[in-house]
């Protein structure tokens, strides 16, 4: 034999569909499923965007899989052709992100730009791993931006182009899904409604013809020593303190995502990240791939939806549901302004939550656009709460939370939405049955501006039975 020549072949139908009650769903072989997966940049500390070999292109892949996924989203990049040859022998879903131009307006580009998608979608036809094509991202190259002058030009993709697009996407394959827009610039066209919450999660109504997804969400971050990138200013939407503390709040999320799936319609959520990438420390596994963060027998559970699912009780309502008065300044107050004893009779008084509209995720009923902002609120617990107690919060940009002059719970990162927050031992050690007093530090640097607090009660019930 002098040359001999393999091949695989994969056949698979992918498809938007109801089910047995007409909630669209995505199916796979005409079998509703939940895509359930990383958000995966495929960056590496040593070839940025080049894997250093073959085998350390699949491991990502490998451990992914054995942590319990069936979904990856590639996202804005391209890869080799092994990487999808290993996804398909696999047996992965792999959503394939189009890489967005940063564009501030419409203009020739955007011809290059479709000429370059239709080419990708040809050169990966034949991958049966890949079910879905994601044109745009988070509004990059479809929104108009202010440019360096100040002024504002076209939006390259409004919602009619976006559409306009998805369709053209449809055209050049119809065998897969199109996600014609993952996250806040939905336009109504191709196959999906996405949507991105952090951390999260959160599903969109159910419509009548197209899925409900979300996109992205979780991003929880936890810098390991000795495998950063950088030693100081790293990134999550919200940082853990431990494995064990990342470990529980991902669990409670897919708990949380897959109770969404089975009471909301939710047909996919991807979680941020596969791995962390330079400054951004949200990865399951580190940059240098040498430290898997969480607890590979409890993720894989919950990423298979055999985890508990999450009841949560409110026990201080915030503005989503009944918005509270608080006292407020936004004037730097005395350096006992969190503890129960101080006069706030000269502060302001405003309905709960304070910020600007506008804000992502935001209900304000107080304006505030100042630099910082300082708030105070007495609030009744019962004795049965006080052990297991957790904040409700949406902040943006940074906060801390006080209980009776103790501090609670602090984040120097900003949300798009309400999260828990689990108290720190000595704010549960101040913590009393009765009455307690709450106080709320939040800075504001650029951006929309948002603060609002509550309190509620997590419990976990087993999953519902298949």
Not at 27 to 50: E, F, H, R
Not at 414 to 426: A, I, L, N, W
Not at 437 to 456: F, K, M, P, R, S
Request: hydrophobic share 35%; net charge negative; glycine share 10%.
């Amino acid at each position: 034999v002098v040359d001999s020549i393999e091949s695989y072949f994969g056949l698979r139908k992918i498809e938007v569909a109801p089910d047995e009650k007409g909630t669209p769903r995505i199916k796979l072989n005409g079998k509703a499923i939940m895509s359930v997966g990383p958000l995966d940049q495929g960056w590496w500390p040593d070839g940025l965007y080049t894997a250093p070999t073959d085998e350390a292109l699949k491991y990502d892949l490998d451990v992914t899989q054995k942590l319990g996924v069936n979904t990856v989203r590639k996202h804005v990049k391209v890869e080799p052709q092994r990487w999808y040859y290993h996804a398909d022998r696999m047996g992965l879903l792999v959503w394939q992100d189009m890489p967005n131009a940063p564009a501030y307006e419409a203009g020739a580009w955007q011809e290059q730009f479709e000429k370059e998608f239709e080419q990708l979608v040809a050169q990966h036809i034949n991958s049966p791993s890949i079910i879905m094509w994601v044109p745009l991202n988070e509004g990059w190259g479809q929104d108009a931006r202010k440019k360096p002058d100040g002024t504002t030009g076209k939006p390259p993709y409004d919602k009619a182009a976006t559409v306009a697009l998805a369709e053209r996407v449809k055209k050049w394959d119809p065998t897969r899904l199109v996600n014609n827009a993952s996250g806040w610039t939905d336009a109504g066209g191709g196959d999906l409604h996405d949507i991105h919450n952090y951390p999260g999660p959160a599903a969109p109504p159910v419509e009548k013809r197209r899925a409900i997804v979300l996109g992205e969400f979780g991003g929880l971050g936890l810098p390991v020593k000795g495998h950063l990138w950088q030693e100081k200013d790293n990134w999550g939407y919200q940082n853990m303190a431990s494995p064990e503390e990342l470990t529980d709040r991902y669990v409670r999320l897919l708990g949380r995502l897959w109770q969404l799936s089975e009471d909301a319609g939710l047909c996919a959520g991807i979680y941020t990240q596969t791995t962390d990438v330079e400054v951004e420390v949200n990865g399951l596994m580190t940059y240098d791939r040498e430290v898997i963060k969480v607890d590979q027998s409890r993720v894989r559970e919950a990423n298979l939806g055999k985890g508990p699912r999450i009841e949560i009780t409110p026990l201080v309502k915030t503005a989503q549901d009944e918005p509270a008065e608080w006292s407020y300044t936004t004037e730097k107050p005395g350096d006992d302004w969190a503890k129960p004893g101080f006069d706030d009779s000269a502060w302001k008084r405003g309905k709960s939550g304070f910020g600007t509209d506008g804000t992502p995720g935001a209900v304000v009923n107080t304006k505030w656009d100042t630099p910082e902002i300082w708030l105070r609120r007495e609030v009744e617990i019962g004795a049965d709460a006080t052990r297991d107690a957790e904040f409700l919060w949406h902040h943006d940009e940074g906060a801390q939370v006080y209980v009776n002059g103790v501090l609670a719970a602090r984040s120097g990162q900003h949300t798009t939405g309400y999260v828990e927050q689990r108290m720190r031992p000595e704010g549960r050690a101040a913590l009393k049955r009765g009455k307690n007093l709450i106080a709320v530090h939040c800075t504001q640097t650029t951006g929309g501006q948002y603060i609002d607090v509550g309190l509620v009660r997590l419990v976990e019930k087993k999953p519902k039975s298949d």
